[in-house]
């Protein structure tokens, strides 16, 4: 790992001088603070950071130690997650609220060490408070040393391309009315493309966002889904995109007339500007996946942003070419792409190693309602539940409970199978095994233990797809499938050579996903549902990953910082 000095500013990003060689970026004050910003006719004020939306990308080298200083100038608490950041037991500066953090309060201030590792390519950065990451959010960029060449033709220039979803009203307004109503939440209004809708909604075609490119010229998109609940397809119109990497880790390339990305998940995509003559201008388009039901609706509208060749006279007078895209409720289309992903690099350790193995179902679940008016079904609650536990935050957060042994916040129970066994895809489905149980338990694993996880997806209240982040790791997805996990068979399909090296993995509908990793990386790690739907209902659970024997294989000490509850 690269050395660092400390550079120490008024807020949010300081990248640190290397001492071997420049960093990226000049030296910033960010600020977390509030912004009028004017979307589909309507202005209001949002949380931004410098006043941006997206926020600012971080540039850094592989291997680089940075410093954050997060000044909270909002109105609401507040915590950052580095996405993607393996953080080597630093779990101190991961940030989601309760769990390894206390949340930085209005007029307050917290300072982050954020530690690069493996990671290589394209990751970002998002609030984890609430749902305030629907406009606190950026990329960060890793790069490789100066000099060192990318494992495929070199760019000739790099464009963050950040997918997101607007609601008119206030977002904590939309968490309000959500978890008051019982039900699901309010869909948004409008998905963006680097914070601007595009031309096919009311008052947007002035600030549609535009890439002008040139004939011959080859372009890397380094693609963020920062939406809170769907999961997206994106293309550009005659334009085939070339993945070359994943969740900040290359790919084999993978070439597609389209694309799938879900909440959380980031790509590293190449296209060509081959359009000679070019003809018009070209929309680039992303639109929901989404297998909609009685319970949960979507946002089925579409964002647009426009690719124009430069000194192209043609597209002035002419509407933009658009581009295909799978239909909502095409799953085949969306498992497609996502199943024929595969890593570039060798494997970091062997997969075929004895293992802790896991199964945990994944389930939307419904809890009684006091007056019987909630608007889930029946009148009931809606919730989620990880082999049945609807997962309660504590009041104080984990890391510091278990770090200083207080009692009382959390439980090691999580259990490694779930409580029943039954044909879980099944359409119809007893109620009672609709009522989780509420409480926080988590997760002890042994350091360097092989970790084999199942997540099983049920058809409990309603069958949907969920991407599943584990903080703290990236994992291999060394196989998925629909219907029910089979343990005699499925296993021996296993892609144990070259499967995808990620942080967060979708799993399909009514179907099933395996992952393993290493956990060598003492810490307290929190694994959950990127829909912030399920997250908020309590689809999620912690891992804590024990000390190893050697001083270096422990857990780093807290700094003297940390936020008070």
């Known amino acids: 790992?690269?050395?660092?000095?400390?550079?120490?500013?008024?807020?949010?990003?300081?990248?640190?001088?290397?001492?071997?060689?420049?960093?990226?970026?000049?030296?910033?004050?960010?600020?977390?603070?509030?912004?009028?910003?004017?979307?589909?006719?309507?202005?209001?004020?949002?949380?931004?950071?410098?006043?941006?939306?997206?926020?600012?990308?971080?540039?850094?080298?592989?291997?680089?130690?940075?410093?954050?200083?997060?000044?909270?100038?909002?109105?609401?608490?507040?915590?950052?997650?580095?996405?993607?950041?393996?953080?080597?037991?630093?779990?101190?500066?991961?940030?989601?609220?309760?769990?390894?953090?206390?949340?930085?309060?209005?007029?307050?201030?917290?300072?982050?060490?954020?530690?690069?590792?493996?990671?290589?390519?394209?990751?970002?950065?998002?609030?984890?408070?609430?749902?305030?990451?629907?406009?606190?959010?950026?990329?960060?960029?890793?790069?490789?040393?100066?000099?060192?060449?990318?494992?495929?033709?070199?760019?000739?220039?790099?464009?963050?391309?950040?997918?997101?979803?607007?609601?008119?009203?206030?977002?904590?307004?939309?968490?309000?009315?959500?978890?008051?109503?019982?039900?699901?939440?309010?869909?948004?209004?409008?998905?963006?493309?680097?914070g601007q809708p595009g031309d096919l909604y009311p008052c947007s075609s002035?600030?549609?966002?535009?890439?002008?490119?040139?004939?011959?010229?080859?372009y890397m998109l380094r693609m963020v889904n920062a939406a809170l609940n769907e999961v997206l397809f994106f293309a550009i119109a005659n334009h085939s995109l070339t993945a070359v990497g994943a969740d900040g880790s290359y790919t084999k390339p993978l070439t597609k007339d389209y694309v799938v990305i879900s909440p959380g998940q980031t790509l590293d995509c190449i296209f060509e500007a081959n359009q000679v003559p070019p003809k018009g201008s070209y929309y680039m388009a992303a639109r929901a996946y989404s297998r909609t039901n009685s319970i949960v609706s979507f946002d089925n509208t579409t964002t647009t942003g426009i690719v124009q060749y430069y000194n192209d006279s043609v597209s002035v007078n002419t509407a933009p070419l658009f581009p295909f895209l799978p239909h909502y409720n095409d799953t085949n289309a969306a498992f497609d792409f996502l199943g024929s992903l595969r890593s570039l690099d060798p494997t970091f350790y062997p997969l075929n190693e004895d293992k802790t193995q896991i199964f945990s179902t994944i389930s939307i679940n419904t809890f009684p309602c006091e007056n019987s008016k909630c608007f889930g079904p029946n009148?009931?609650?809606?919730?989620?539940?990880?082999?049945?536990?609807?997962?309660?935050?504590?009041?104080?957060?984990?890391?510091?409970?278990?770090?200083?042994?207080?009692?009382?916040?959390?439980n090691t129970r999580f259990p490694n199978v779930p409580p029943l066994y039954f044909n879980f895809t099944d359409r119809d489905l007893p109620l009672f095994l609709q009522t989780p149980k509420q409480a926080t338990q988590v997760k002890v694993i042994d350091y360097n233990s092989n970790v084999e996880l199942v997540f099983q997806g049920t058809n409990l209240v309603a069958g949907l797809d969920h991407p599943m982040h584990l903080h703290g790791f990236n994992f291999y997805v060394v196989g998925w499938g629909f219907g029910n996990f089979d343990p005699k068979k499925d296993p021996l399909n296993y892609n144990l050579v070259d499967p995808p090296f990620r942080n967060t993995v979708l799993v399909p509908i009514n179907g099933w996903a395996t992952i393993r990793f290493r956990a060598s990386n003492p810490g307290v790690w929190f694994m959950h549902c990127h829909l912030e739907r399920h997250l908020t209902w309590g689809m999620d659970t912690v891992f804590i990953v024990k000390d190893g024997k050697r001083s270096e294989e422990h857990m780093l000490s807290p700094p003297h910082h940390m936020m008070r509850c």
């Open 1 to 194: 790992m690269l050395s660092s000095k400390r550079t120490l500013l008024t807020f949010f990003l300081a990248i640190a001088k290397i001492v071997h060689y420049e960093a990226l970026l000049r030296h910033h004050d960010f600020f977390v603070k509030e912004a009028s910003y004017t979307r589909l006719c309507k202005t209001k004020n949002i949380l931004t950071v410098n006043g941006q939306f997206p926020g600012p990308t971080l540039n850094v080298y592989r291997g680089e130690v940075i410093y954050v200083k997060v000044h909270n100038n909002g109105r609401y608490n507040i915590t950052i997650h580095w996405h993607g950041v393996k953080q080597p037991r630093n779990p101190w500066s991961d940030g989601p609220a309760y769990i390894t953090q206390c949340p930085i309060q209005p007029g307050d201030s917290f300072d982050y060490k954020i530690i690069f590792s493996m990671e290589i390519g394209t990751i970002w950065w998002h609030a984890h408070s609430d749902w305030s990451r629907a406009t606190v959010h950026g990329a960060i960029v890793v790069h490789h040393e100066p000099g060192t060449p990318y494992p495929f033709p070199k760019p000739h220039q790099e464009v963050p391309i950040i997918l997101g979803e607007w609601w008119k009203q206030d977002i904590v307004q939309v968490l309000e009315e959500f978890v008051a109503s019982g039900g699901p939440p309010r869909d948004s209004d409008a998905y963006t493309i680097n």
């Open 206 to 218: 002035q600030d549609t966002f535009k890439l002008t490119v040139v004939s011959g010229k080859r």
């Open 379 to 410: 009148g009931t609650r809606l919730s989620a539940s990880m082999n049945n536990i609807s997962f309660q935050s504590p009041s104080i957060d984990i890391l510091g409970a278990y770090y200083y042994h207080i009692s009382g916040v959390f």
